[in-house]
């Protein structure tokens, strides 16, 4: 670290320039960034997948698709065996350009209800087209009432809302940091970490944007990178700039930016790499999706840890004392606050362990019922014409599984063996080859779920099953199939990692089994909150999900474990740094939370604001996720960092600094 600030120190004019190159490249590319992005999630060589695939090339819709459900309600002296009826979905294929079926074509009982008087068919479109009522009702017996609902409608049709664009949320995130950083700083000098934090964005988009011609990148890659991105650099810029300034008191500016960048610098350093190795995981998930998030993700750590590496030691050396204005002497003394929660809470070590442990085991105990899959009609808050359509639909007593059905390449032979299948309304052959299973229960549902497991053992051999019930169960089993072994080697290489910069085996077991203890504890957060729905109107203005769509839990962990283990870092450092200048565990704690507590408050706020202006975002999916890192980042910051932590290495006393004979820090003095 000292020779890289000595050759930036050297080559100012070097570096500045440098960075203004990428920021207006950044610039540049970033308008056109998106038409480079895909919105495909994709999951070649899943059966699923495939067999979605070929019924959309056969049938041209259909596949991962839901279809729109239409519900008729025959006027009295009228029946289901009217010609008039079959005219009808006929009509409404053709004004699609997909198909249907119904009773006309199949003359099933099961797609009859209230005694004959209601029917209903599904209608595939080949695009987004929605079916149109009047050209339905024209078409039936005068009196007939339709009313056209499904899955997709249900989600649509909760307002069509239009989401913040990056540059609105990146605002908001920025201004919600200034506000904290004025706070801390109390000068000019609150700007300098924001600044740095859009030159970290504008690169990132640069690189994403070299990255997109290389291989595909999802379009949810670019509000991740602006948000995390934004935390993250301001988050060490903060580090960094917050030694310098503790430094000042005892050197002159330049002796104290060598200072900082020593110490602070090799935190960030350290910091950066455990970001980066959180999201290697992403990278080894066999989804493209997914690999795209952690290889976009993994770009935040490399450009914000070369940033302040680099373009802050010359900003602080050259402007630094012009920014710091007004002065505040801060000097190297401990937050008396924090001093005096950390000498509480060593007094009454053994009961704040036990404290801090019970929450987080309570809330990682919720997380053992975590349930994956899209959301089911219990959770939507449509109110236009879908949910008028599902309300007929249940009030004529047909089940709302029937709104997302399994759809299996075989031919009709195959159809006898599939009725006799526990939880299945109807089998129907909606086009040569093509059988249509109406399950009874929706497949975010254990039972839904059943009944896809037993289709699936019952179709021949050489038959295909699809759908988007299947395809989602398939994400789910590539994703998690290889998650424990994935997580058993991010831990052991994070271990390896802090072993070697903190000197210390028992402080590098502790932090990763915190760090994991913590992730569960946010995941149980997030079933609460979101899947049983314990808060989910107040953050997102939704009820229950009832489920959580398979890959979020995955890209929780990916970010939350290494910007969780920032923290850690932050305070271990410190606390390090106190042990080898006094010799005495209880000062050390004392010392490192009292110098850091006030500093990770701040940082854990600043990336919480973050991630809330990231869950302003129209996409359920980008709100469960957003909220999920939010909240993990305060738990972390407040019950693991502020309280177990001082707590456990209180109770573990000297047996803290344990280590191999010969293993010495490399990190002393790293914050």
Known sequence: ????????????????????????????????????????????????????QRIVDRYGS??????????????????????????????????????????????????????????????????????????????????????????????????????????????????????????????????????????????????????????????????????IGLGVSIDYALLIVTRWREERASTDNVGAVRRAMLTAGRSVLVSGVSVAIGLVAMVLVPVPVLRSIGLGGILIPLVSVLLVLTLLPVLLATAGPRLDWPHRPVGRNADRRWSGWARLVLRHRWAAAAAGLVVLLALAGAASGLRLGDPGTESSTATGPAAAGLQALRTAGVPTGVLAPIEVLAGDSAADALREIPGVVAVVTSEPGLLEVLPADEPSTDAGAETLRRVRDAVPESAQVGGPAAQSKDAISAIYDVFPLMLGLIALVTFAVLTRAFGSVVLAVKAVLLNLLSLAASLGALVLIWQYGYGSQLLGGLPALGSITEFIPAIVFAFLYG???????????????????????????????????RLVTSAALILALAFASLAAAPATELKVFASALAIGILLDATVVRALLVPALIGVLGSATWWSPQGLRATTTNSL
């Open 1 to 52: 670290m000292r020779t890289l600030t000595d050759f930036v120190l050297r080559h100012k004019l070097v570096v500045c320039l440098s960075w203004l190159l990428v920021a207006v490249a950044g610039v540049l590319v970033t308008p056109g960034l998106s038409k480079a992005l895909t919105a495909d999630f994709s999951q070649p060589g899943q059966p699923g997948y495939e067999a979605n």
């Open 62 to 227: 259909g596949g991962a698709v839901t279809p729109q459900v239409v519900v008729v309600r025959l006027p009295p002296g009228s029946t289901a065996d009217d010609p008039a009826l079959g005219r009808a979905f006929a009509a409404a294929a053709d004004a699609v350009r997909g198909r249907a079926v119904s009773y006309a074509d199949t003359r099933d009982p099961a797609l009859l209800a209230d005694s004959g008087r209601v029917t209903y068919g599904l209608v595939w479109a080949s695009d987004r087209r929605a079916v149109p009522v009047g050209v339905v009702r024209a078409a039936l017996p005068a009196g007939s009432s339709v009313q056209v609902t499904g899955l997709a409608q249900l989600t649509d049709s909760g307002g069509g809302r239009q989401g913040l664009s990056i540059l609105t949320e990146v605002l908001i995130g920025a201004v919600g940091a200034l506000v904290v950083l004025a706070f801390v700083f109390g000068s000019s000098l609150a700007a300098l970490p924001v600044l740095l934090a859009g030159i970290a964005i504008l690169g990132s988009f640069l690189l994403l944007r070299g990255l997109a011609e290389l291989t595909e990148v999802n379009t949810v890659v670019q509000f991740v990178v602006a948000l």
């Open 563 to 597: 910007l969780s283990m920032d923290y850690e870092i932050f305070l271990l450092a410190r606390i390090r740094e106190e042990y080898d200048r006094t010799g005495s565990t209880p000062e050390a704690v004392v010392g490192g939370l009292g110098s850091t507590g």
